[in-house]
């Protein structure tokens, strides 16, 4: 199966609740990384953390690494409707390879 | 941060015709880019790594003959779809690295309909 499985698929919440989002991988990583798509739109970068990092935040985002379970979450804090999106996962397994992406989980959130 | 142009943005074409998307690093050098198709509610399929200078190396059941990479310069790669068919209808979408970065730089997409 792909490399990077997101979880859950969809997620629906209210503005000001937070959102979590969870992406869970097999092989050795590099570093993950964390993407946003805008329906029609290209992806951009969100964040990236390392395999030697356990968490990492930027402004409302909060990203979270486990190694050990090769799994990573992101966590958007108090969510607003600009945030609705898709989000992906993308693992970096060596220096100067392609990620592979995850499946991506969809967010709304309703104003 | 550094910006990938894409274009066109969108193209509808007739079947059997060949349509050609092109990538730019505007700001920024890009030995290597990717390109990608993305299927409605799904994720991002690498298709091929351009490389400058050199050819591109494709991921496995893509077809070299259908999809055709040519990476001249430093700044620009492009993704022409051979012969196209209702079936290669999809979005489109290429990036690329700065030098030494990790983080990817993505194009707007191109949606492609076939007719």
């Known amino acids: 199966s792909q490399q990077g499985e997101e979880d859950p698929q969809a997620l629906s919440i209210q503005e000001g609740e937070n959102a979590t989002m969870n992406c869970s991988y097999k092989?050795?990583?590099?570093?993950l990384q964390w993407y946003r798509q805008n329906s029609g739109r290209g992806l951009v970068h969100l964040i990236l953390i390392r395999s030697n990092e356990r968490e990492k935040h930027s402004g409302r985002l909060r990203v979270t690494l486990d190694t050990s379970k090769k799994s990573s979450s992101l966590l958007i804090t108090a969510s607003r409707a600009a945030d609705t999106a898709s989000y992906f996962c993308?693992?970096?397994?060596?220096?100067?390879?392609?990620?592979?992406f995850g499946e991506g989980t969809q967010l709304t959130v309703n104003p | 941060g550094a910006v990938v142009s894409q274009h066109p943005s969108w193209v509808i074409c007739k079947s059997g015709t060949s349509v050609k998307i092109e990538c730019r690093s505007l700001d920024f050098q890009a030995t290597t880019m990717f390109w990608y198709r993305q299927f409605p509610k799904q994720s991002l399929m690498l298709m091929a790594t351009?490389?400058?200078?050199?050819?591109?190396?494709?991921e496995q059941g893509v077809e070299k003959d259908k999809f055709l990479i040519n990476h001249a310069s430093l700044t620009l790669s492009t993704l022409t779809v051979t012969s196209a068919h209702p079936e290669d209808s999809s979005f489109y979408i290429c990036?690329?690295?700065?030098?030494?970065?990790?983080?990817?730089?993505f194009g707007e997409g191109s949606r492609l309909t076939v007719l």
């Open positions: 990036s690329a690295r700065v030098q030494g970065g990790r983080e990817l730089f």
């Open positions: 993308a693992t970096d397994a060596a220096s100067g390879s392609r990620l592979t």
């Open positions: 092989t050795s990583i590099n570093n």
């Open positions: 351009s490389n400058e200078g050199s050819k591109a190396t494709y």
